[in-house]
């Protein structure tokens, strides 16, 4: 595997279900990033992690919740979500405080959920 | 604060033609500029970025951008489309927000649709 990759690539689930998105960088990153992207809305930016530690959680509801185990992996656990929910939810990595790359996030394809 | 600003939601162009997207940002520090497009039922690739240097950049299927710092404008250019070009168009502004991870703020994307 190379890049940013996303399973599942699609989800369907219920409201009252629990479920988790996982995403895995094979970049030798140090920093991740969950987004959402609902259709005719700009991309959200729903948490960062650096170093394995949160630095960012941009007023997302708690229903979400993130977990990064290491440098290599970030996952979004799911549970009682809304319709409202429904979106593609993109992770991306990146090396950050690189001159070389400027902060340059790589993306993963994406997990597109729909939730009934 | 820093901000970024496509100006157009949706570009329709006949194939052949050139097209320009626009993009503006506001920031009181400097910035690295990225130009991201989105196929359909994709994740967001990279298309070209500027971090120094010529202010002119490129990307390997056509497309040109160029930074004008007094306009704060960073522009995406193709002399002529194809089909294949039909994407969503994402422009992209980064700064160092933490010790440890930076922060790209995204616009809202141009739709570029290719007409025969």
């Known amino acids: 595997e190379t890049g940013v990759t996303q399973t599942p690539r699609h989800l369907v689930m219920g409201m009252t279900n629990k479920k988790s998105l996982k995403c895995e960088q094979h970049?030798?990153?140090?920093?991740m990033y969950w987004y959402k992207q609902s259709a005719k809305k700009p991309l959200e930016l729903m948490f960062v992690y650096s170093l394995e530690e949160r630095v960012e959680n941009n007023s997302v509801p708690s229903r979400f919740s993130p977990e990064c185990p290491n440098s290599s992996h970030l996952f979004l656990h799911l549970h009682t979500l809304q319709p409202e929910d429904s979106a593609l939810y993109l992770c991306a990595s990146s090396q950050d405080r690189s001159e070389r790359e400027g902060g340059e996030q790589f993306f993963g394809p994406g997990t597109r959920l729909t939730v009934l | 604060a820093q901000s970024v600003t496509q100006l157009d939601s949706q570009v329709p162009v006949f194939e052949e033609a050139p097209v320009e997207l626009r993009c503006n940002y506001s920031?009181?520090?400097?910035?690295?500029l990225f130009w991201y497009v989105q196929y359909p039922n994709q994740g967001l690739q990279l298309l070209l970025k500027?971090?120094?240097?010529?202010?002119l950049v490129e990307s390997i299927n056509g497309f040109e951008a160029e930074f004008n710092k007094s306009q704060t404008s960073f522009h995406l250019r193709k002399p002529s489309v194809h089909i294949s070009d039909t994407a969503e168009y994402f422009c992209?502004?980064?700064?160092?927000?933490?010790?440890?991870?930076?922060?790209?703020?995204f616009g809202s994307g141009t739709r570029l649709s290719i007409r025969p």
């Open positions: 500027y971090l120094s240097g010529s202010t």
């Open positions: 970049l030798g990153h140090n920093a």
């Open positions: 992209a502004v980064s700064f160092a927000r933490y010790s440890s991870a930076s922060t790209i703020i």
């Open positions: 920031s009181s520090v400097s910035v690295y």
